[in-house]
């Protein structure tokens, strides 16, 4: 039997420099610093390892920002990561990722979300059950056409040297994943998400989800530098505060890598750094209608191929 061999030093450097990447991406074109705050689990926590959370609040672009990077050891596989593999249930495991969330303060500019991370299942003598998960999504509060097809082609053109299929598999598993079941509307235009991913041998799944990881700046910087600085109104940033309820409704709920950390006692800091700042609820709020709001459910959260 052939054993794989799992470079962990590789993976983690690989994570490292795209939060580096990315944070020095945004930086720049906010004016402000990330904040820098490594962390470390004590010795006697369910959950043992360290990670580095980069912050950005109250910028000149971002409302708020975060850029998170953890890798963490436990002696037992949590729920939420051996849902879909009961093989590995039992088993001790590693995880190691980048995880992100940028909410703009403009509501023309949409909030993004991207993730790539690795889990190893380990137990004594036996093989270790290795994957790879992860991509990105777009949720605009006022969308853009132009916007939506950039986001989407970047996607495909990552993941086009993996395999002609994998676009299309993983946008309509972002399409799926991405939904609040008790609201029957996604997130937002969705984008692409994978998970549980080992088809491709170790070697070039870990190059697809580094694709993945390297893409998101040129899905996602060019839209925020050409709607940053669109005039809006205190009626459009209310929209936008009322419409960022989902996107807490969905982490608190949904969310995979949420339900994980909190299951397996990860840093709750860190964990809940996605949520934004600022955030309404009305009870039973529905838009006037032929308005943009009601443009962005009649037809931005309505399932389409944005590359036909």
Not at 34 to 57: A, H, N, Y
Not at 127 to 145: H, K, M, Q, R, V
Not at 222 to 229: A, T
Request: some cysteine.
């Amino acid at each position: 039997m052939t054993t794989t061999t799992i470079d962990i030093a590789l993976i983690k450097d690989y994570f490292l420099g795209l939060q580096n990447r990315i944070t020095s991406a945004l930086s720049e074109l906010d004016g402000k610093a990330f904040i820098v705050d490594e962390w470390q689990k004590p010795p006697d926590s369910k959950l043992r390892g360290s990670g580095r959370t980069c912050i950005l609040e109250n910028g000149n672009v971002l409302e708020k920002g975060g850029v998170g990077f953890s890798h963490v050891h436990g002696d037992q596989m949590p729920g939420a990561a051996s849902q879909n593999r009961p093989e590995v249930a039992g088993r001790g495991f590693e995880a190691m990722g980048v995880s992100l969330v940028f909410h703009p303060h403009n509501p023309k500019a949409p909030t993004t979300h991207m993730n790539v991370r690795c889990f190893i299942a380990q137990a004594p003598n036996q093989e270790p059950i290795w994957w790879f998960g992860g991509g990105f999504d777009l949720t605009p509060y006022y969308g853009y056409d132009e916007d939506c097809r950039h986001f989407h082609q970047t996607a495909k053109d990552a993941l086009d040297p993996f395999g002609a299929d994998l676009h299309h598999r993983f946008k309509q598993w972002c399409d799926d994943y991405f939904y609040l079941k008790h609201r029957e509307e996604p997130r937002g235009i969705g984008g692409i998400f994978f998970d549980d991913f080992n088809e491709l041998g170790f070697d070039k799944s870990f190059a697809m989800m580094r694709a993945v990881g390297d893409a998101f700046i040129n899905a996602y910087l060019p839209i925020l530098q050409r709607r940053y600085q669109e005039p809006y109104t205190p009626e459009e940033k209310d929209f936008q505060e009322y419409r960022r309820g989902r996107y807490v409704e969905y982490n608190l709920i949904f969310d995979r890598g949420t339900i994980f950390g909190l299951q397996s006692g990860g840093r709750s800091e860190s964990i809940l750094m996605s949520l934004p700042p600022i955030v309404k609820w009305r009870y039973n709020w529905h838009p006037t209608p032929n308005t943009p709001e009601a443009k962005l459910y009649d037809y931005y959260l309505q399932p389409r191929n944005w590359l036909a």
